[in-house]
Each structure stands twice: as C-alpha cells, then as structure tokens.
Nanobody, 124 residues
Framework: QVAVVESGGGLVQAGGSLILSCAGN????????MGWFRQAPGKEREFVAA????????EYADSVKGRFTISRVAGENKVYLQMNSLKPEDTGVYYC?????????????????WGQGTQVTVSS
C-alpha cells in the first residue's frame, strides 16, 4: 500500500473554501482507489468522497454532494478535495486513504493505508 500524507487543512469561515491535498510516496493513479474520510469530535469516522484509479468514477457522501469535489491528475501521486460552501458541521479531522482496487469504495474497512489527518475547522 502507498503511504499518504494530507495537507491543506485550516480555519475558515462558514461559506468559505479549502483545498485538501493527499500525496502518495509513489504514483497512485495506476493502482489505487483513493478516498477521503473525516472524523468530527465525539463522532465516528465517516466517508466523504472517493475516486477511481482513472478518475472517471467518483462517489460522495450525501452531506457534501454539490459542495465538495474530489479529483486527481493522471501521472501524479496526488489527490485533491476541493471544499466549497463550508459549514460548521464540516469541521473535523480529514483523512486520506488508499485501496488497491479498480472499484470505488465507501467503507473505511476497505482501505488499507491511511494518513495522519489534517484538521479542518469551520467557524460560524
């Protein structure tokens, strides 16, 4: 499994935007489905978005549809999460994860490698 590191978190006002990046220590678009999950204080970790190896297939949690966009660039080892119209309930630690597969997955137990997470705080 590729090792991944997240970056781009921070503090933003409600309605604002952030871009999270997930960098692998090797090229990720040839083998790995990539996913973003988040964990709010006192809550279970939840699925946010995932993207297929080719980037042509994506999945989103209902709570972020229309506001977040997951993307990857062919030949690169990075995956991005563009977050717009942020809400206070989007606050949490955001984790990137990788899965050797061709089919997009939404359950965390399907992912084999996880980053340390990056904090996103949305103020009201």
């Amino acid at each position: 499994q590729v090792a991944v590191v997240e970056s781009g978190g921070g503090l933003v006002q409600a309605g604002g935007s952030l871009i999270l990046s997930c960098a692998g220590n090797e090229r990720t678009d040839n083998l790995y489905v990539m996913g973003w999950f988040r964990q709010a204080p006192g809550k279970e970790r939840e699925f946010v978005a995932a993207i297929s190896r080719s980037g042509t297939s994506t999945e989103y949690a209902d709570s972020v549809k229309g506001r977040f966009t997951i993307s990857r660039v062919a030949g690169e080892n990075k995956v991005y999460l563009q977050m717009n119209s942020l809400k206070p309930e989007d606050t949490g630690v955001y984790y990137c994860a990788s899965k050797v597969a061709s089919v997009v997955a939404t359950h965390e137990n399907q992912y084999g490698s996880w980053g340390q997470g990056t904090q996103v705080t949305v103020s009201s």
